[in-house]
């Protein structure tokens, strides 16, 4: 396995940007976590830790220069990333049924079936021409063939969208104006998240280094804003 001389910029934005993002998630985890470890806490939590474990990954594989391991830590940086919507599902199926109607099992079995999807992407590692290309050829920056591309949009898609009708029936079921409020950050936030997963989706298949830079810029911002608002929302409140 051997390294590769970063440049200063990938250095800035895989360390810098996204070590930033990474820190932030874990941060608002911890808050979260740190009154109680009720299960409707520890699924919330779930929604930021788990691209931040793909952060991490990515931290790791970042440096490397062996085609076929770098591909597949890039996978696991994927499916934990794009893994994270679900935990907004699961959150909300509890708030508006709860944990009496959607049970533990039922919460796994959501979680375990979005998982298996999403795991699939593995698939198209070993087909030719549809999956991410990864190597000196590219910068070492991830290329996405398009049938990728609409295999993880579909699958995305799949937990944003029940993510935010479940948000909007929350939100006509509250009374107290402050809550109603609070949950529009709350959404708002979960759409500027959404907004930056498919940026970098549209970005990482374009594969055009001007846009990848926006892209980069505008989605950091995008996520900081987006996990600010979806914690001020709802994450202060299930502390208590």
Request: some cysteine.
């Amino acid at each position: 396995m051997t390294l590769y001389d970063m440049s200063l910029t990938r250095i800035i934005t895989i360390y810098g940007a996204q070590g930033f993002m990474c820190a932030f998630f874990l941060f608002l985890a911890f808050k979260i976590l740190k009154r109680d470890r009720k299960r409707l806490n520890v699924i919330f939590s779930g929604f930021y830790l788990s691209p931040a474990i793909g952060f991490i990954i990515n931290f790791i594989y970042a440096p490397l220069t062996d085609e076929s391991v770098v591909l597949m830590l890039n996978f696991l940086t994927n499916f934990f990333i794009f893994y994270s919507p679900i935990f907004i599902v699961v959150f909300e199926l509890i708030l508006l049924k709860s944990e009496k109607v959607i049970s533990t099992s039922k919460q796994l079995i959501i979680l375990i079936i979005y998982g298996i999807a999403m795991f699939c992407m593995i698939l198209f590692l070993f087909t030719p021409g549809f999956g991410v290309t990864l190597n000196a050829g590219t910068g070492w920056s991830p290329v996405w063939s398009v049938p990728f591309f609409l295999y993880v949009v579909v699958i995305e898609t799949i937990g944003i969208l029940p993510a935010l009708y479940l948000s909007f029936q929350i939100y006509k079921k509250f009374e107290d104006e402050i809550l109603k409020k609070k949950w529009k950050f709350f959404i708002f936030g979960f759409c500027a998240l959404a907004i930056f997963m498919y940026g970098i989706f549209i970005s990482n298949t374009l594969n055009i280094p001007t846009f990848r830079t926006i892209i980069g810029v505008v989605g950091l911002m995008l996520a900081l804003l987006g996990a600010s608002l979806m914690y001020y929302g709802v994450g202060r409140q299930i502390e208590k």
